[in-house]
C-alpha cells in the first residue's frame, strides 16, 4: 500500500492508494496556504500518520509516501525548492517527513505526478515514453522516458510552460516574453480575449455570458462561446491552439515521445480543442511523413494527484 | 575495433577506432552526391571492406560498424529516412551493409554522433546527460541521457534547430517560420547580415571584406568584424545570440541536462559567442537559482564524426 498526497493551492488531498493505483481511503482539507509552511506540514504529518493507522489497522504495510507540488523540489526528495502559490522557497518537506515518518518519501512536480497516474490508469497507459501537459492557470509538464520520470539532472526539467515560443504583448510572470503559458493557458486566453473585447469591435456573445462584467470571464465561456461560432472566441481559441501546437511539435522535434497527453482545466473543451491542436502540431512536425507522437485528452479527473504521487516510488 | 563512417555532403570520411575512441587509420573520398545513391553505398562497402582487411591483417576483428549521416535513420539502422543534402529518401543504406558484411550497423544523425565523440574524449566526457548543437549551415542536436543516445521513440528526436523560438523575416527549409535555424545557424546570420547592410546605412567594415561583393560574406567575417567592433556585425550577433540562448534554455527549462556542447563552424568564433550565449541563457532560464547545465565550447575538430560513428554500438 502506498499514500499519495496531492499539495495545491487550495485543497490539499491524500489517499491510501493499493498496487494498481485505486484509491481504497482519502480525505481532503484547505490548504489556507497564508498560514504559512510550518502550520501545513504538521497537517499534512498528521494526515499521513492517521493514513498509516488506517492502513495498519487494515493490516496493511505502507511502502512508500509520493507528494505532489505545484512547483519544483530537488532530486533527492529532501527539499521543496519553489512553490510560487504556496510562497515555499527551499521548505525541508521530505527531510521533515523522513525524520518524522521513517519511510522512504518522494516528491515531484503536480504536472509530473499527474502524467505518472494516467501512465499507471488513464490513456498513456501502456506507453513508455509519454509527456502530459496541464493547461490550467499556468502550463505544467511532466515527463515520462523509458518508463521512469524524467525531471533532469538538476531536478528542472519538464517546465514546458516556459519554453519560449513566440512573441506576446505581455509578459509572463517568470519575467520572460513568449513562455507557451502565456499563449495556451486559461489565464492566458482570457487575457487575450479581453484585449480583443477592448481593441476591436466584434460583436461577441461573451459580453453577454458575463453580463457585461470581464471579472467574470473564464476560459469555459471561450470555448463554449467558439464551439457555438462567436468569431472573437473562435480568434482566441486559434490563437491559444497556434501556439499549444508549435510547444508541441517542439516538444515532438526534440523530444520525439510514443504519446502526449493533455489535461487540466482547459483540456475539458474535449475533442473541439484536441482536433484543432492535431490539425496544427501537424504542420509544425519536421518530419511528417515519419510516425510521430499520438496526442490524447487525460482522461483522469481530480484523483490523478494523489494516485500519481502514491506511486511516484514505482516511477523513480 | 570498430569502423566509423561519416557521410556528409562534400566528402565521406572513414576510419578504423579503437576501444578508446582513437583512429587508428583513415581515408577519405569525395561525397560527389549527385551520382546517386547506389554509386556512394558501392563505394562506401569497398571503403569498409579494405578498413576491414587492414584490421584483420593487424589480427584486430570489428564489432562494429557506425555511420553518421547529414539526416535522419529507422531505429533500426536499415534505412535512412531522409538526408536532403545528398538527396536521399528511404534508401536500404543499413539493410544492405548488414546483408553485405555481416556485422552489426548503427546509423545515426550527424550531430548525435558528433555529440557521443565529445563524451568520449571531447569536452563532455564523464556526463551522463548532454546535448550537443551543432552550428553551420544548419543547427542540428544530438542528445545524451543516462549515457545513452537519445534520439525518440521513433527515432526523430534531437532536430533542435527545427525549434520554434520567434518569429523571423524569412521561413525555414522546413516549411515553418520561427525555427532556431533560421536565427542561429551560418545561413541565418549571413541572410541577417545581408539585410541590414542593404536596408540600413551603417557604416560596416564587412563591405570591405568581401569587396563590396556580398556573395562572398560568412560567418567568420561577421564574428571577426563584431569581435573589432563593427555595430552591423555586432548586432547580426546579438540577435543570433538572443535565439540561441532562448533555444538553449528551453532545452535546459525541458531536458535540464549536466552539460551543453556548442559545436559546427560558428563555434569557432570561440569564447567571444560561448560568453555571450552563457549571458543570454542565464536570462531565460526559469529556475536561476538552481543548478543548471553547465555550457562549453566542443573540442573536437573534423574526426568527431568518425570517432562517434564507430562508437555508436556502445552507445545505443
Redesign the interface.
Known amino acids: 500500500m502506498y499514500i499519495g498526497v496531492d499539495i495545491g493551492g487550495t485543497a490539499i488531498k491524500i489517499g491510501l492508494v493499493d498496487n494498481e493505483g485505486n484509491i481504497v481511503y482519502k480525505k481532503q482539507i484547505d490548504t489556507k496556504a497564508k498560514r504559512g509552511y510550518l502550520e501545513i506540514e504538521k497537517d499534512i504529518i498528521g494526515l499521513i500518520k492517521s493514513l498509516i493507522n488506517i492502513a495498519q489497522d487494515k493490516g496493511n504495510k505502507i511502502k512508500s509516501i509520493g507528494i505532489g507540488v505545484p512547483g519544483?523540489a530537488d532530486l533527492e526528495g529532501n527539499k521543496v525548492?519553489?512553490c510560487p502559490n504556496l510562497g515555499w522557497t527551499n521548505v525541508p518537506l521530505g527531510e521533515n517527513l523522513k525524520k518524522e515518518l521513517k519511510l522512504p518519501i518522494y516528491i515531484e512536480n503536480d504536472a509530473t505526478v499527474a502524467g505518472i497516474a494516467e501512465s499507471i490508469k488513464g490513456i498513456t497507459k501502456g506507453y513508455?515514453?509519454s509527456i502530459f501537459i496541464t493547461l490550467g492557470t499556468g502550463v505544467g509538464?511532466g515527463?515520462i522516458?523509458g518508463g521512469k520520470v524524467?525531471?533532469?539532472?538538476?531536478?528542472?526539467?519538464?517546465?514546458?510552460g516556459?519554453?519560449?515560443?513566440?512573441?506576446n504583448f505581455y509578459d509572463c510572470n517568470?519575467g520572460?516574453n513568449?513562455c507557451l503559458e502565456t499563449f495556451s493557458s486559461a489565464t492566458a486566453i482570457i487575457k487575450y480575449a479581453k484585449k480583443l473585447i477592448k481593441e476591436e469591435k466584434y460583436e461577441t456573445a461573451l459580453l453577454k455570458k458575463v453580463n457585461n462584467d470581464l471579472m467574470k470571464l473564464n476560459s469555459k465561456m471561450i470555448f463554449d462561446s467558439a464551439k457555438e461560432g462567436d468569431q472573437l472566441a473562435n480568434k482566441v481559441v486559434d490563437r491559444m491552439v497556434r501556439y499549444l501546437g508549435?510547444g508541441i511539435?517542439?516538444?515532438?522535434?526534440?523530444?520525439?515521445?510514443?504519446v502526449i497527453a493533455i489535461g487540466g482545466g482547459v483540456s475539458k473543451a474535449g475533442d473541439f480543442l484536441l482536433e484543432k491542436v492535431k490539425k496544427e502540431v501537424s504542420?509544425?512536425v519536421?518530419?511528417k511523413?515519419?510516425?510521430?507522437?499520438e496526442i490524447f485528452l487525460a482522461e483522469l479527473g481530480n484523483d490523478a494527484g494523489i494516485i500519481g504521487a502514491a506511486l511516484l516510488s514505482e516511477y523513480k
Open positions: 519544483v525548492i519553489y513508455k515514453n509538464g515527463i522516458l524524467y525531471s533532469g539532472a538538476h531536478g528542472i526539467g519538464s517546465e514546458i516556459h519554453m519560449i515560443v513566440g512573441e517568470c520572460n513568449g508549435i511539435a517542439n516538444l515532438i522535434n526534440i523530444l520525439d515521445p510514443d504542420k509544425y519536421l518530419y511523413e515519419a510516425k510521430h507522437a
